[in-house]
């Protein structure tokens, strides 16, 4: 009996430490006109009750949004754009990536994109 202990710890190990090493991602993107911090304040309170979104922020003078994910939590340009219009807002430059990896844009970039791409 006790190898088969054994043998079920090592699976637990190997199968929990894949799940915590997938990587957290971010995603940036401009939104079409946040206009006092007040309204950027609302914004990341709305997107935050969202299950695994770890952190949000909304810039109001460069009109950007930033937010890491958990890798659990796989959200596309589709579903902010859905969110973001349900608020009364309009987003582009949608960009994404692996958390800590490079990859993020400036905002003062993001501020001056007006094409409406996603970067996946």
């Given amino acids: 009996m006790k190898p088969l202990l054994f043998s079920l710890f090592v699976l637990s190990i190997v199968f929990g430490a894949s799940a915590q090493d ?3 991602y971010f995603v940036q993107f401009k939104i079409l006109k946040v206009n006092s911090e007040l309204e950027a304040q ?17 810039d109001h003078i460069t009109s950007t949004y930033f937010a890491t994910l958990s890798a659990e939590a796989e959200y596309d340009f589709d579903q902010f ?6 608020l009364g807002y309009e987003i ?10 490079g990859g993020m844009r400036s905002p003062h970039e993001l501020k001056n994109c ?5 970067n996946e």
Avoid: Y
């Fill in 22 to 24: 997938r990587p957290a």
């Fill in 81 to 86: 754009e859905s969110w973001f219009q349900k």
């Fill in 42 to 58: 609302n914004i990341d309170k709305k997107l935050k009750s969202k299950k695994g979104i770890i952190s949000t922020r909304t």
């Fill in 92 to 101: 582009s430059c949608f960009n994404r990536g692996i958390h800590g990896n």
């Fill in 114 to 118: 007006e094409e409406n791409n996603t």
